[in-house]
């Protein structure tokens, strides 16, 4: 009996409005973190979550 398999993942960039660079290290950690468990309760789980002062690259499937 054939069987197929298949998984799709998904990369999400999300930008600050006009670049500005508000994601500072005080508060990237907790932004990555709850982006993550926001996936997570979706049943999407995460495989990165990161980024740096003016975006967030989340990679989930």
């Known amino acids: ?3 197929s398999l298949s ?3 998904v990369h999400v960039i999300f930008s600050t409005k006009d670049r500005f660079p508000f994601l500072k290290d005080d508060i990237r950690d907790r932004v990555h973190a709850y ?3 926001v996936l997570r309760e979706m049943g999407s789980p995460f495989v990165v979550v990161g980024g740096v ?3 967030v ?3 989930f499937k």
Request: aromatic share 6%; hydrophobic share 40%.
């Open 53 to 55: 002062d003016d975006h």
């Open 1 to 3: 009996m054939p069987q």
């Open 7 to 9: 998984q799709l993942y």
């Open 35 to 37: 982006l993550a468990s």
């Open 57 to 59: 690259h989340v990679l």
